[in-house]
Nanobody, 118 residues
Framework: QVQVMESGGGFVQPGGSLKLSCVAF????????MGWYRQPPGKEREMVARISTGGSTNYADSVKGRFTIFRDNVNNTLNLQMNNLRHEDTAVYFC????????????WGLGTQDTVSS
C-alpha cells in the first residue's frame, strides 16, 4: 500500500510564508500527477496546485503568483512554497498522488494544518 505523509504546517501571520513537504512510500511505477489540495474550515476540499510527471503545473486562481509547487530531487519530496499568505489560506492541506501503475489509484496524505492569523 502507498503511504503519503505531509509536513511543514503551522502558524503564520498574514503576509508570511510556509513551505509544505510531502513524501510517498510504496509501489508507484507510473504517476500521472501530484498535487496539493486544501479544505478550509466549513468548506469543501479544493485543488491548490498540481504538477504532472512531465513538469507542467496548474494552480488555483486564488494562489497564482503566491504559491509554487515543485519537486525536491535531493530530498525526494513534493513541496509547496506558500508566500504572502492570507487569512483565507487557513486550511488543512493534503498531498495527493494520482498513480497509474502498478495499481491505478488516488492516494492522499492525512493532511497538515496551516493557520494564518494576526
Amino acid at each position: 500500500q502507498v503511504q503519503v505523509m505531509e509536513s511543514g504546517g503551522g502558524f503564520v501571520q498574514p503576509g508570511g510564508s510556509l513551505k509544505l513537504s510531502c513524501v510517498a512510500f510504496g509501489r508507484m511505477f507510473r504517476i500521472s500527477s501530484m498535487g496539493w489540495y486544501r479544505q478550509p474550515p466549513g468548506k469543501e476540499r479544493e485543488m491548490v496546485a498540481r504538477i504532472s510527471t512531465g513538469g507542467s503545473t496548474n494552480y488555483a486562481d486564488s494562489v497564482k503568483g503566491r504559491f509554487t509547487i515543485f519537486r525536491d530531487n535531493v530530498n525526494n519530496t513534493l513541496n509547496l512554497q506558500m508566500n504572502n499568505l492570507r487569512h483565507e489560506d487557513t486550511a488543512v492541506y493534503f498531498c495527493r498522488f494520482n498513480v497509474l501503475s502498478p495499481y491505478s489509484n488516488i492516494y492522499w496524505g492525512l493532511g497538515t494544518q496551516d493557520t494564518v492569523s494576526s
